[in-house]
């Protein structure tokens, strides 16, 4: 649950404020003595002002009594011993080994959100509030992913619903895990002894194991068309949660080539529905950036894949829109209705009943937009893209075709010889139409970059040299900045080189795969205002905040906030602008104030200085407080310079 999610509610918590109650889950007695009935969540029963405020999400679905089967640890994938508990914060897990060799995880179906938040809020109706917000979640939405999945041809694993059972094979953690109800499925890894692993694979790895074997060997590389689709499918399902940490990756070996496969994993906010007054509030792109609801036909694009920009700002730039728009169509063709048919009918049948057609319903309706999402998706990737080389050496052409194109090339590179080798790395065509910057990291190794063309008007480059000693030759026109390590690097200028040179021990050479914060883009942010004061009654007003966001400009390249705000008492009107520019010039920072106030700007005015008396009875004045105040029209701008004298990292 996201903290600025958890914030927002908790703006309201004095508002309303329920208690849950004590028990989770409630138990039936079944008459095949292998299964259960159970209701997983009827702490999330709620009256209508509660659903009205907090959203009736799927809180009916939680609360409808399922018959689940409980797990044999005896016969199931051969036996299963229990090896160590999950890390998760809001979901408890374990970990098995199985007899037959493969490795399971059971995942609790019920949430534990209250160890997110601070510890003074917890046990608190804080915790309550963030508790309740569970049911937006679709608890067996991890049952109708994997047919979905399946279909589009994005690997997956197979959750089955259990109830692990009050058995001795638990050891210690029987206590905290028997009678839960909860998703067991096979974990991806790697094969015994040199054998394949799951789907077949070579090797399996997490996302930051990932990132270091990509920058290692250039015969690594993700294939990019499959994570597409994976992201697709995202984008389908509505999960926004699609942080690195929710992928594994699979390596399949092609002679020297070895190419990665995504592995999704954890749906928990699939098919999330976000009603209500509260959660719809913070649901906006300005409150919590990567909340959406699964209910829109045609959900925010930006705001949907937030959490997954860092790998799909290292996996997809090397995909045109040509191919964005194949894979879409090739996914579209593979969600028939007989398959979205299929994937609704794995939820539990009782369940099925209440929500079954009406989710099939929907799937169909997202459906038909998913080529003009595919579309938009490729434009937001398309205007600042990242290309980074690995620590091999290379060699990149970089060639300015036209005001309107520009073509990018990566070959293997051979450094005795100082000549590109026929293997083919990386190439794409750029339009100016859709790409604003293109940034190339050059990494480790031994690295040559060459830029060549004549237009003038082609997209930005920024060239980010790597540690080893490169050569960087830009004969081309158009802008170019290159920020290297002097020391290190043979540069040869052009006419519009830029250059942001620093020491060898500086950070000019640095890069992120998961940077922290923006580094490209608008973003705008309203300002609400309103008050009451004795001179002016109820204020009343609205404002805009606009953040631009840069390369390496911290925290942002600049910010500007317009505010209008009028008195209904005295008819004033104000408006106020200020604007804070981070680098107008090397180490120069611009900030500009700017206010007007009309016609009849009210201030109280009693003399100068703190001890200036005020008079009980002033001779012809009947008003003593009209006396003391001043009604004036008001006009003011403040410009500002400030000066870096720290040393520059670029």
Do not use: C
């Amino acid at each position: 649950m996201p903290r600025y999610f958890v914030t927002t509610l908790l703006l309201f918590s004095t508002i309303l404020s329920h208690h849950a109650a004590n028990a989770q889950q409630d138990a039936a007695v079944s008459s095949d003595p292998s299964t259960e009935v159970r209701v997983p969540g009827s702490r999330y029963q709620r009256g209508g002002l509660h659903k009205f405020f907090f959203g009736a999400h799927y809180r009916d679905v939680w609360s409808t009594p399922i018959n689940v089967p409980k797990l044999d640890l005896n016969t199931f994938a051969g036996g299963l011993t229990p090896t160590k508990k999950g890390g998760g914060m809001q979901t408890k897990s374990l970990r098995f080994d199985a007899g037959d060799g493969r490795e399971f995880a059971f995942r609790s179906l019920d949430k534990n959100p209250g160890a997110t938040l601070p510890p003074e809020l917890r046990e608190t109706v804080a915790e309550d509030i963030v508790q309740d917000q569970i049911s937006s979640a679709h608890p067996y939405a991890a049952l109708v992913v994997p047919a979905i999945a399946n279909a589009v041809g994005v690997l997956h694993a197979n959750p089955i619903l259990v109830i692990m059972p009050d058995d001795p094979r638990l050891g210690e953690f029987r206590e905290e895990f028997a009678n839960m109800l909860g998703f067991i499925e096979e974990r991806p890894k790697d094969g015994p002894d040199g054998q394949p692993g799951f789907a077949g694979s070579k090797k399996i790895v997490g996302s930051d194991d990932l990132f270091l074997e990509l920058q290692e060997d250039n015969d690594d590389f993700v294939d990019a068309q499959a994570y597409l689709r994976a992201r697709l499918l995202d984008i389908y399902l509505g999960d926004w949660d699609r942080h690195p940490d929710q992928w594994r990756w699979a390596r399949f070996e092609e002679g020297k080539k070895k190419i990665w496969q995504p592995i999704p994993r954890d749906r928990d906010q699939a098919f999330a529905k976000l009603d209500g007054l509260f959660p719809s509030f913070a649901e906006q792109r300005y409150v919590v950036k990567q909340l959406e609801n699964f209910a829109k036909n045609k959900p925010d694009i930006v705001s949907l894949t937030y959490s997954g920009r860092h790998t799909d700002r290292k996996f997809l730039p090397r995909l045109t829109a040509g191919e964005f728009h194949n894979v879409a169509n090739q996914f579209v063709a593979s969600l028939t209705d007989s398959v979205l048919e299929h994937a609704t009918r794995q939820l539990p049948e009782s369940v099925y009943q209440i929500s079954g057609p009406a989710l099939e319903s929907k799937l169909k309706q997202r459906r038909d937009y998913m080529k003009e999402a595919a579309h938009r998706y490729y434009l937001h990737l398309a205007k600042y893209v990242e290309i980074k080389m690995s620590d091999k050496p290379e060699y990149a052409e970089v060639h300015r075709d036209s005001d309107e194109t520009m073509t990018i090339k990566i070959f293997k590179y051979d450094k005795d010889t100082g000549e590109k080798k026929d293997d083919l790395l990386w190439h794409r065509t750029f339009k100016r139409a859709e790409t604003r910057e293109v940034r190339l990291f050059m990494m480790g190794g031994k690295d040559k970059v060459v830029l060549s063309g004549n237009a003038r008007k082609s997209i930005a480059v920024r060239i980010i040299g790597g540690k080893g000693e490169d050569e960087i030759i830009d004969q081309a026109k158009g802008k170019t900045v290159i920020y290297d390590a002097a020391a290190n690097t043979q540069i040869t200028e052009g006419g519009s080189t830029h250059l942001r040179l620093g020491k060898v021990d500086s950070l000019v050479n640095r890069h992120e795969d998961k940077p922290l914060k923006p580094d490209y883009g608008f973003e705008g942010k309203p300002i609400p205002f309103l008050a009451y004061t004795p001179d002016d009654g109820l204020f009343i007003g609205h404002g805009q905040a606009l953040y631009h966001y840069a390369f390496r400009k911290n925290p942002y390249d600049y910010k500007m906030t317009f505010r209008g705000n009028f008195a209904f008492a005295t008819g004033a009107f104000r408006v106020r602008y200020t604007g804070d520019f981070v680098e107008v010039f090397n180490g120069v920072r611009l900030g500009v104030e700017a206010n007007a106030a009309v016609p009849r700007e009210v201030r109280n005015f009693h003399g100068l200085g703190n001890q200036a008396p005020r008079s009980q009875s002033i001779a012809g004045a009947n008003d003593l407080v009209d006396f003391y105040r001043v009604r004036s029209h008001e006009f003011m701008f403040k410009p500002s310079l400030r000066f870096d004298v720290s040393p520059r990292t670029h």
